[in-house]
């Protein structure tokens, strides 16, 4: 019995045979989501332990005046704690079934590894999120939303009254002085907030911020950046010599 084919079928066939077939498959980029370059990554431990534990320590005592018949005198101290964290498992995975194994042993050929990149991929995306925002489900804070973290105050001095340096159309609403003063609050607030125990050597910028600061100059007399000028004069390395 011969098959009946219609004109639409046809002409399908026809226009598909007429494409030039390009012989590159382009594969999706993604962002680089490297979170390794936020925070310390850790992989000495066993890979089953269900947790870490850290011991912490303090001093204690204060001096004070003494006279020459007193009996008893101001003592300092030690103590010491610990802190438990669980660990938390996650996963990713990826697979082959039978037909794609044996078809790959027949041919003499190897299984992609794209699957394989897929799920590394879907795991370093996982970890970006939670080191940036953290996880409410596990109760883990993230960079950006850890409890206790200094919160400093920026002036709303930007046109508009506005605290970002840059709007979305790339056009800048602080002055270079005012963004320079922004930064050294930051790095001062971490400082007095610690009782100048702690000092920021980190700033982390929105992109756009970034590329604000790190194109314009710092003055029309000058071709140096406002980045280079934070660079060279913010407070962190005025005290102590380091970038």
Request: aromatic share 10%; hydrophobic share 40%.
């Amino acid at each position: 019995m011969n098959q009946l084919v219609n004109d639409a079928q046809a002409l399908a066939f026809v226009q598909g045979q007429a494409y030039k077939v390009n012989q590159t498959i382009y594969e999706t980029r993604y962002p680089d989501w490297d979170f390794g370059r936020l925070v310390f990554v850790d992989t000495s431990g066993p890979a089953w332990a269900p947790g870490i534990l850290t011991y912490t320590s303090d001093l204690s005592g204060r001096a004070n005046w003494q006279s020459g018949y007193a009996k008893d005198i101001p003592l300092a101290d030690v103590s010491q704690d610990m802190q438990t964290k669980n660990f938390h498992l996650a996963a990713i995975g990826y697979q082959y079934n039978i037909e794609e194994v044996n078809t790959a042993i027949q041919i003499g050929g190897s299984l992609s590894d794209r699957r394989a990149r897929a799920a590394r991929l879907a795991y370093t995306k996982f970890m970006y999120d939670l080191t940036l925002k953290g996880s409410a489900e596990k109760g883990l804070g993230g960079l950006i939303n850890y409890p206790g973290v200094p919160v400093v105050a920026i002036p709303a001095d930007g046109t508009g009254g506005v605290t970002y340096w840059v709007n979305a159309a790339g056009v800048g609403t602080k002055t270079p002085a005012q963004i320079v003063r922004d930064i050294n609050l930051l790095l001062q607030g971490i400082s007095l907030a610690t009782f100048e125990a702690e000092m920021a050597d980190t700033i982390l910028l929105p992109v756009e911020a970034f590329n604000y600061i790190a194109a314009t100059p710092y003055a029309a007399t000058t071709m140096e950046t406002i980045l280079s000028f934070i660079q060279r004069t913010n407070i962190y390395t005025m005290q102590t010599g380091r970038p």
